[in-house]
């Protein structure tokens, strides 16, 4: 199965922000790396809109001509939003205002019942569901209970043991991930991943049989500054088809 690249474009975001004026626009970048060739573009709504604002995403989806995915918090305010905006998928994130970015998976079987309501929302409005967890047996389960179409697995503590060269803790991780892709699987949902990953890190990620898509964005967005998006882009895929099987 040839893994698909979603770019997370929050980033561009981010530096329009630090002057809150109207440039760089996520929108243009997003359109830039449909023509480097992504597969989908991500953008996370967050509660203090820190980056992205609903106007990109209500613009986002009018352009947007491959798969838009909304993350976004869980909360009434937010699934109203997004039921109106109607992305092709919502990525259903834990948020905690101070977070320099999203820290674990959401605890999806702490809170079945009103997660199942929320998503039962989505796909009455014909908009699929993905929920972002660590890979963790309880939580695979329970995102199943909870009615999830996909899965998407948090990367992050298997970027953070490659980056520190801990390489026991980076066997330990990736098998998480392979075992729980593989669970997921069995289970009938449909996986993706995310977090963290980069030029070094991705083609073991991209390796995992049964993973579907990559949501990748810092550095992504990190190097397009340095060399532009349809670079950056292009060779972030070139990373991930050299994994592949
Ligand atoms: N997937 C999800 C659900 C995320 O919340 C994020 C961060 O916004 C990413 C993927 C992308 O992470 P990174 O910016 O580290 O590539």
């Given at each position: 199965m040839a893994i698909k690249l979603g770019v997370n474009i929050d980033h561009i975001a981010t530096i329009r922000e630090a002057r809150?004026?109207?440039?760089?626009d996520p929108v243009a970048a997003a359109i830039l790396a449909e023509i480097a060739g992504c597969h989908g573009i991500t953008a996370h709504l967050r509660e203090d809109r820190r980056h992205i604002q609903e106007r990109d995403v209500r613009l986002l989806r009018g352009v947007v001509t491959t798969h838009l995915n909304m993350e976004m918090a869980p909360t009434p305010e937010m699934v109203q939003l997004a039921i109106d905006i109607q992305p092709d998928m919502v990525t259903l994130v834990p948020e905690n205002?101070?977070?320099?970015?999203?820290?674990g998976g959401l605890n999806v079987a702490a809170r079945i019942d009103d997660l199942s309501k929320s998503i039962a929302s989505f796909k009455n409005n014909d908009i699929a569901v993905s929920v972002f967890i660590d890979p963790d047996t309880d939580q695979v389960k329970a995102a199943k209970k909870a009615g999830a179409d996909f899965a998407e697995f948090h990367t992050g503590r298997f970027a953070n043991a490659f980056d520190m060269g801990a390489s026991a803790d980076v066997e330990r991780e990736f098998a998480a991930l392979q075992d729980m892709t593989v669970l997921a699987r069995k289970y009938g949902l449909r996986v993706n991943a995310g977090h963290g990953l980069n030029y070094r890190n991705v083609g073991y990620i991209a390796s995992?049989?049964?993973?579907e898509e990559l949501n990748i964005g810092h550095s992504i967005i990190g190097r397009a500054a340095l060399v532009g998006i349809d670079r950056a882009v292009k060779e972030m895929l070139d990373a991930i088809r050299r994994a592949e099987h």
């Open positions: 809150k004026i109207r440039e760089p205002r101070e977070e320099v970015t999203t820290e995992i049989e049964g993973i």
